[in-house]
């Protein structure tokens, strides 16, 4: 099991909002990262931080958190955008990383 | 360009040791601490550690502890993810990454491509 616990998969209509949502107690205290990973490919980052973006992320990717839950919000969703999606952390030690379950976005 | 470039794909018995390698360039490699990733098939992924390329410290998952090796050659920029005895368990794709972290911010900004692991008999 993980410590942080994300929903296996989510469906959005193309070009409408939608939130992945990741939760854990460690995210009370650490900031969650959120990483997209296509089939066959490595991982990206996509969010880290309070919600900064690396370069080259499109802007309709954001990321916010509240109490023990951290969300990525997708505005617009692309067909390119669907793709699994993983958010990361510290564990409640502070001393380990540790992965949620990862959720299956699929545009529609 | 950061760039993370990992070594071949591995086919394995069980039992034997496999040594698989992150060659980085494009920046100062010893800056960096190097994390591995494990992601078995059809599943999610999985910390196993990381190393400071600088001093070799190393952090591992209480779930890697004592099964793997992690280790670096900071001549050469280069880290390693090292088995002594292959399980078929061990059948994954692996992945390095550059990692960072600050304050309650961690992150993996660049990650090589994977390497694939199949350990059968």
């Known amino acids: 099991s993980s410590d942080l616990t994300q929903d296996p998969a989510v469906s959005v209509a193309l070009g409408q909002t939608v939130s992945i949502t990741c939760q854990g107690d460690?995210?009370?205290?650490?900031?969650a990262t959120w990483y997209q990973q296509k089939p066959g490919q490595a991982p990206i980052l996509v969010i880290y931080g309070p919600n900064k973006r690396p370069s080259g992320i499109p802007d309709r990717f954001s990321g916010s958190s509240s109490g023990n839950t951290a969300s990525l919000t997708i505005t617009g969703a692309q067909a390119e955008d669907e793709a699994d999606y993983y958010c990361?952390?510290?564990?409640?030690?502070?001393?380990?990383?540790?992965f949620g379950g990862g959720t299956k976005l699929t545009v529609l | 360009e950061v760039q993370l470039v990992q070594s071949g794909a591995e086919v394995k018995k069980p039992g034997e040791s496999l040594r698989i390698s992150c060659k980085g360039s494009g920046y100062s490699f010893t800056n960096y601490w190097i994390t591995w990733v494990r992601q078995m098939p059809g599943k999610g992924l999985e910390w196993m550690g990381k190393?400071?390329?600088?001093?070799?410290?190393?952090n591992y998952s209480p779930s890697f502890q004592g099964h793997v090796t992690i280790s670096v050659d900071k001549s050469i920029s280069t880290a390693y993810l090292q088995w002594s005895s292959l399980k078929a368990s061990d059948t994954a794709m692996y992945f390095c990454?550059?990692?960072?972290?600050?304050?309650?911010?961690?992150?993996?900004?660049?990650w090589g491509q994977g390497t694939p692991v199949t350990v059968s008999s």
């Open positions: 190393i400071d390329p600088n001093d070799s410290d190393t």
């Open positions: 460690s995210l009370r205290s650490y900031y």
């Open positions: 990454a550059r990692y960072l972290g600050q304050g309650r911010m961690t992150w993996f900004d660049s």
């Open positions: 990361q952390s510290r564990d409640s030690s502070g001393k380990h990383v540790v």
